[in-house]
């Protein structure tokens, strides 16, 4: 996937809805919050898909 090679993304919390994305986490951890649902935590090593229309802080 040559993710070593990829700029590293930077955000700070926010709320926005989701076009179809694939993380790869380097480094650090995020927690995700779908709308009516449980937050998610993730971090180094997660590989995760976020659905298009997904919407979550």
Same mark, same amino acid.
Request: glycine residues 10%.
């Given at each position: 996937?040559?993710?070593? %090679?990829? +700029? !590293?993304? $930077? %955000?700070? +919390?926010? %709320?926005? *809805?989701?076009? $179809?994305?694939?993380?790869?986490? =380097?480094? &650090? &951890?995020? !927690?995700? /919050? *779908? &709308?009516?649902?449980? *937050?998610? $935590?993730?971090?180094?090593?997660? =590989?995760?898909?976020?659905?298009?229309?997904?919407?979550? /802080?």
């Amino acid at each position: 996937m040559g993710v070593f %090679k990829r +700029v !590293i993304w $930077q %955000k700070e +919390v926010c %709320k926005f *809805p989701r076009t $179809q994305e694939i993380h790869y986490f =380097l480094v &650090n &951890n995020a !927690i995700a /919050t *779908p &709308n009516g649902g449980q *937050p998610v $935590q993730m971090g180094k090593g997660y =590989l995760m898909t976020f659905a298009a229309g997904m919407s979550d /802080t």
